[in-house]
């Protein structure tokens, strides 16, 4: 598996590198607003852009992973290798995970260092900060997941704008819904449906 895993990032390793530059940008927009004196306005105005963003990098990752995969014959190459397509999904999708683990843990513990140190102690801003947490972590896999079943469509334009539309339809929809429980459970079935017809897709499509 670990195999596998090390592949798979190899393979995607321009989406590592947009991920860790994406961390370092939202970082630098954090301390830069906060100390401007205007963290919270400023950052009401500019987060669903930078969210945008960075759920585009997660659904890039996804819908690449499967588009190379249809174009190269990557699975099929492993199969010669007595490797299960369980085993390459699975692999795959514990890469994507590790993609969104590492842009978004950094800006979150920047994020915590702000509302814990840098800020007034405010109880509001430390539990609308685990909510966000919470739901742009959702909001990844999602994005993520999504980008796991359009790259699997034939062509060339379904794979490279169906998630990106979806993205771009999701985010502002999730800004203004709110990120309460409501929200989280939403993006819950949302990765769960997406997830399974994905796998379904690539289980079942011929060599």
Same mark, same amino acid.
């Given at each position: 598996m670990w195999t596998l895993i090390k592949r798979e990032i190899d393979d995607c390793?321009?989406?590592?590198? %947009? @991920?860790?530059?994406?961390?370092?940008? &939202?970082?630098?927009?954090?301390i830069s607003t906060v100390y401007s004196g205007m963290a919270v306005k400023a950052?009401?105005?500019?987060?669903?852009?930078?969210?945008?963003?960075?759920?585009?990098?997660?659904?890039?990752?996804?819908?690449?992973?499967?588009?190379?995969?249809?174009?190269r014959r990557i699975s099929c190459f492993l199969s010669t290798l007595a490797v299960t397509r369980g085993a390459i999904f699975t692999a795959r999708v514990i890469t994507g995970l590790l993609l969104i683990l590492m842009t978004l843990v950094p800006v979150a513990a %920047? @994020?915590?260092?702000?509302?814990?140190? &840098?800020?007034p102690p405010i109880p509001a801003y430390q539990m609308v900060f685990a909510d966000v947490g919470r739901t742009v972590f959702l909001l990844g896999l999602a994005c993520y997941c999504l980008g796991l079943l359009t790259g699997w469509a034939p062509g060339r334009v379904i794979p490279t704008l169906g998630g990106a539309t979806l993205t771009f339809i999701l985010v502002p929809i999730i800004v203004i819904k709110g990120f309460g429980t409501e929200t989280a459970a939403i993006l819950i079935a949302l990765t769960a449906v997406s997830l399974i017809r994905s796998r379904q897709h690539f289980i079942s499509t011929s060599l």
């Open positions: 390793r321009v989406f590592f590198v %947009a @991920g860790i530059a994406y961390a370092v940008c &939202v970082i630098l927009v954090l950052l009401s105005s500019t987060s669903p852009t930078i969210l945008f963003f960075g759920m585009l990098i997660f659904c890039g990752m996804g819908a690449g992973q499967m588009y190379m995969d249809r174009t %920047a @994020g915590f260092i702000v509302v814990k140190v &840098v800020l």
